[in-house]
Protein backbone atom coordinates (compact mmCIF):
# COMPACT_ATOMS: atom_id res chain seq x y z
CA UNK A 1 0.00 0.00 0.00
CA UNK A 2 1.35 3.00 -0.90
CA UNK A 3 0.65 6.18 1.22
CA UNK A 4 2.16 9.22 2.47
CA UNK A 5 2.75 9.65 6.32
CA UNK A 6 3.73 12.99 7.57
CA UNK A 7 4.01 14.57 11.58
CA UNK A 8 2.57 17.70 12.97
CA UNK A 9 2.43 20.04 16.16
CA UNK A 10 -1.46 20.71 16.81
CA UNK A 11 -0.90 24.21 15.94
CA UNK A 12 0.72 22.94 12.11
CA UNK A 13 -2.77 21.04 11.53
CA UNK A 14 -4.83 22.66 9.39
CA UNK A 15 -8.93 22.66 10.62
CA UNK A 16 -9.25 20.17 7.45
CA UNK A 17 -6.41 18.09 9.24
CA UNK A 18 -8.27 18.15 12.75
CA UNK A 19 -11.69 17.61 11.20
CA UNK A 20 -10.52 14.08 10.23
CA UNK A 21 -8.56 12.97 12.59
CA UNK A 22 -11.41 13.42 15.35
CA UNK A 23 -13.98 12.04 12.36
CA UNK A 24 -11.16 9.05 11.81
CA UNK A 25 -10.90 8.70 16.13
CA UNK A 26 -14.34 8.93 16.86
CA UNK A 27 -15.57 6.27 14.01
CA UNK A 28 -12.44 3.49 15.46
CA UNK A 29 -12.95 4.12 18.92
CA UNK A 30 -16.29 5.22 19.62
CA UNK A 31 -18.66 3.95 17.32
CA UNK A 32 -16.98 0.66 16.20
CA UNK A 33 -16.03 -0.28 19.64
CA UNK A 34 -19.01 1.02 20.94
CA UNK A 35 -17.47 3.05 23.92
CA UNK A 36 -18.78 6.24 24.99
CA UNK A 37 -15.95 8.29 25.90
CA UNK A 38 -14.06 11.48 26.26
CA UNK A 39 -12.13 11.22 23.10
CA UNK A 40 -10.36 14.52 22.68
CA UNK A 41 -8.45 15.59 25.72
CA UNK A 42 -6.24 18.10 27.08
CA UNK A 43 -2.91 16.08 25.18
CA UNK A 44 -3.94 16.71 21.94
CA UNK A 45 -1.98 20.23 22.16
CA UNK A 46 0.99 19.31 23.20
CA UNK A 47 1.25 15.77 21.11
CA UNK A 48 2.82 15.20 17.84
CA UNK A 49 -0.10 14.18 15.46
CA UNK A 50 1.28 11.61 12.51
CA UNK A 51 -0.88 10.95 9.79
CA UNK A 52 -1.25 8.57 6.73
CA UNK A 53 -2.49 9.89 3.63
CA UNK A 54 -3.64 7.97 0.41
CA UNK A 55 -4.48 10.32 -2.20
CA UNK A 56 -4.71 13.14 0.10
CA UNK A 57 -7.20 11.22 2.53
CA UNK A 58 -7.06 9.93 5.73
CA UNK A 59 -6.74 6.11 6.21
CA UNK A 60 -4.33 5.87 9.40
CA UNK A 61 -3.41 7.90 12.68
CA UNK A 62 -1.75 7.75 15.69
CA UNK A 63 -0.12 10.26 18.64
CA UNK A 64 3.24 10.56 19.82
CA UNK A 65 3.27 12.20 23.46
CA UNK A 66 6.34 13.93 24.50
CA UNK A 67 8.12 12.54 27.68
CA UNK A 68 7.37 15.70 29.28
CA UNK A 69 3.68 15.29 29.09
CA UNK A 70 3.05 11.53 29.41
CA UNK A 71 1.87 10.54 32.16
CA UNK A 72 2.50 6.84 31.48
CA UNK A 73 5.29 5.59 33.89
CA UNK A 74 7.12 2.61 33.61
CA UNK A 75 8.12 0.84 36.71
CA UNK A 76 11.24 -0.69 35.18
CA UNK A 77 12.05 2.78 33.50
CA UNK A 78 14.74 3.04 35.99
CA UNK A 79 16.40 -0.13 34.45
CA UNK A 80 16.33 1.54 31.09
CA UNK A 81 17.10 5.35 31.57
CA UNK A 82 19.21 7.69 33.72
CA UNK A 83 18.52 8.23 37.06
CA UNK A 84 18.13 11.20 36.86
CA UNK A 85 15.56 11.10 33.69
CA UNK A 86 13.36 8.63 33.77
CA UNK A 87 10.54 9.82 31.23
CA UNK A 88 9.48 8.33 28.41
CA UNK A 89 7.22 9.07 25.24
CA UNK A 90 4.09 7.35 24.78
CA UNK A 91 2.00 5.94 21.51
CA UNK A 92 -1.38 6.85 21.07
CA UNK A 93 -4.62 6.80 19.89
CA UNK A 94 -3.17 4.29 17.19
CA UNK A 95 -6.27 3.71 14.44
CA UNK A 96 -6.45 2.04 10.78
CA UNK A 97 -9.24 2.93 8.84
CA UNK A 98 -11.35 -0.66 8.54
CA UNK A 99 -11.13 -0.23 4.58
CA UNK A 100 -7.51 0.03 4.98
CA UNK A 101 -6.43 -3.06 7.44
CA UNK A 102 -4.86 -6.20 6.93
CA UNK A 103 -2.42 -4.93 4.59
CA UNK A 104 0.30 -4.18 7.22
CA UNK A 105 -0.22 -0.54 7.10
CA UNK A 106 -0.53 -0.65 11.34
CA UNK A 107 2.88 -2.22 11.31
CA UNK A 108 4.16 0.66 8.98
CA UNK A 109 2.40 3.50 11.47
CA UNK A 110 3.63 2.39 14.79
CA UNK A 111 7.39 1.61 12.87
CA UNK A 112 7.06 5.47 11.45
CA UNK A 113 5.82 6.49 15.12
CA UNK A 114 8.77 4.41 17.26
CA UNK A 115 11.27 5.83 14.73
CA UNK A 116 10.16 9.77 15.18
CA UNK A 117 10.40 8.87 18.92
CA UNK A 118 14.20 7.81 18.67
CA UNK A 119 14.92 10.28 16.37
CA UNK A 120 13.66 13.02 18.81
CA UNK A 121 13.70 12.39 22.60
CA UNK A 122 16.79 9.98 21.92
CA UNK A 123 17.63 6.43 21.22
CA UNK A 124 18.24 5.48 24.75
CA UNK A 125 14.62 6.50 26.24
CA UNK A 126 12.06 3.52 26.35
CA UNK A 127 8.46 4.01 24.59
CA UNK A 128 5.07 3.21 26.52
CA UNK A 129 1.97 2.50 24.71
CA UNK A 130 -1.32 1.07 27.14
CA UNK A 131 -2.25 -1.32 24.31
CA UNK A 132 -5.58 -2.98 24.25
CA UNK A 133 -5.43 -6.22 25.03
CA UNK A 134 -6.35 -8.23 21.79
CA UNK A 135 -3.36 -6.53 20.18
CA UNK A 136 -0.94 -7.85 22.65
CA UNK A 137 0.54 -10.26 20.29
CA UNK A 138 0.94 -7.01 17.57
CA UNK A 139 2.98 -5.22 19.43
CA UNK A 140 5.49 -8.08 21.39
CA UNK A 141 5.84 -8.49 17.78
CA UNK A 142 7.18 -4.61 17.17
CA UNK A 143 9.89 -5.46 20.42
CA UNK A 144 7.09 -4.14 22.90
CA UNK A 145 6.94 -5.99 26.44
CA UNK A 146 3.75 -6.04 28.63
CA UNK A 147 4.46 -4.70 32.21
CA UNK A 148 1.96 -5.73 34.87
CA UNK A 149 -1.55 -6.85 34.89
CA UNK A 150 -4.61 -6.23 32.49
CA UNK A 151 -6.87 -3.26 33.44
CA UNK A 152 -9.80 -1.54 32.67
CA UNK A 153 -10.25 1.80 30.84
CA UNK A 154 -12.96 3.12 29.10
CA UNK A 155 -14.55 -0.52 29.93
CA UNK A 156 -12.06 -2.13 27.43
CA UNK A 157 -9.12 -4.36 28.99
CA UNK A 158 -5.70 -2.94 28.16
CA UNK A 159 -2.17 -3.85 28.80
CA UNK A 160 1.01 -1.37 29.77
CA UNK A 161 3.50 -2.07 27.10
CA UNK A 162 7.12 -1.24 26.76
CA UNK A 163 9.46 -1.48 24.19
CA UNK A 164 12.85 -1.17 26.25
CA UNK A 165 16.21 0.03 24.58
CA UNK A 166 18.24 -2.91 23.35
CA UNK A 167 21.66 -2.87 25.33
CA UNK A 168 24.88 -3.60 22.72
CA UNK A 169 26.63 -5.93 24.16
CA UNK A 170 30.08 -5.46 23.19
CA UNK A 171 32.48 -8.47 21.63
CA UNK A 172 35.68 -9.11 23.34
CA UNK A 173 38.26 -9.43 20.53
CA UNK A 174 40.42 -12.11 20.73
CA UNK A 175 44.26 -11.11 22.04
CA UNK A 176 46.65 -11.08 19.35
CA UNK A 177 49.30 -11.76 22.13
CA UNK A 178 49.42 -15.63 22.12
CA UNK A 179 48.94 -15.74 17.74
CA UNK A 180 52.03 -13.35 17.45
CA UNK A 181 53.97 -15.83 20.03
CA UNK A 182 52.87 -19.02 17.54
CA UNK A 183 53.67 -16.72 14.82
CA UNK A 184 57.25 -16.30 15.99
CA UNK A 185 57.72 -20.12 17.54
CA UNK A 186 57.01 -21.57 13.72
CA UNK A 187 58.90 -18.63 11.85
CA UNK A 188 62.27 -19.85 14.09
CA UNK A 189 61.05 -23.40 13.45
CA UNK A 190 60.95 -22.73 9.80
CA UNK A 191 64.19 -21.27 9.55
CA UNK A 192 66.11 -24.25 11.40
CA UNK A 193 64.61 -26.31 8.78
CA UNK A 194 65.59 -24.43 6.06
CA UNK A 195 69.10 -24.37 8.01
CA UNK A 196 69.29 -27.98 8.44
CA UNK A 197 68.57 -28.33 4.57
CA UNK A 198 71.19 -26.14 3.36
CA UNK A 199 73.29 -28.12 5.95
CA UNK A 200 72.45 -31.84 3.97
CA UNK A 201 72.64 -30.74 0.75
CA UNK A 202 76.20 -29.41 1.13
CA UNK A 203 77.17 -32.72 3.17
CA UNK A 204 75.98 -34.73 0.17
CA UNK A 205 77.92 -32.71 -2.27
CA UNK A 206 81.26 -33.09 -0.41
Same mark, same amino acid.
Given at each position: ???? /????????????? !???? *?? =? %?????????????????? !?? /??? *?????????? @??? &?????????????????????? $? +??????????? !?? *???????? @????????????? %???????? $?????AQAYLL??????????????? !???????VKMVLH?????????? +??? +????? +????? /?? *????? =?? /?????? &? @???
Amino acid at each position: MTCN /FSVKTFDELTSVD !LYHI *LK =A %RSQVFVVEQNCAYQDMDE !LD /FDC *LHLIAHQNET @LIA &YCRIIPPEFNKLKSNLSVADAA $P +SDTSMSAIGRV !LV *LAEHRGGG @LARDMMNHAIAHC %RKKYGKKR $PIIISAQAYLLDFYQSLGFVPEGEHY !LEDNIEHVKMVLHVVKKVKVKKE +STS +STSTT +SKILS /FL *LLIMS =AL /FVLGLL &Y @LMT
